[in-house]
């Protein structure tokens, strides 16, 4: 029997499930946020942050990477 390989929770060993959802502020501000969850738990891993801003010359978009796990 072949065991699946993905990330495990830290607290229960449980896979992870890849997540993302999107958020939009007032204004023109908009995230998307991308992490692993755990059904189990509740317990989150963020990996990356995405931060889209309308402004009058076009677009900023901000990029955060969380490096640790």
């Known amino acids: 029997m072949s065991e699946s390989s993905g990330i495990k929770c830290s607290k229960d060993g449980a896979l992870m499930v890849f997540t993302y959802e999107s958020e939009k ?18 317990s989150r891993k963020d990996l990356e942050e995405l931060r889209i801003e309308r402004i009058d010359e076009g677009f900023v978009v901000t990029r955060r990477v969380f490096t640790k796990f």
């Open 25 to 42: 502020f007032k204004g023109d501000i908009a995230r998307v946020s991308l992490y692993y969850r755990c059904p189990v738990c509740g």
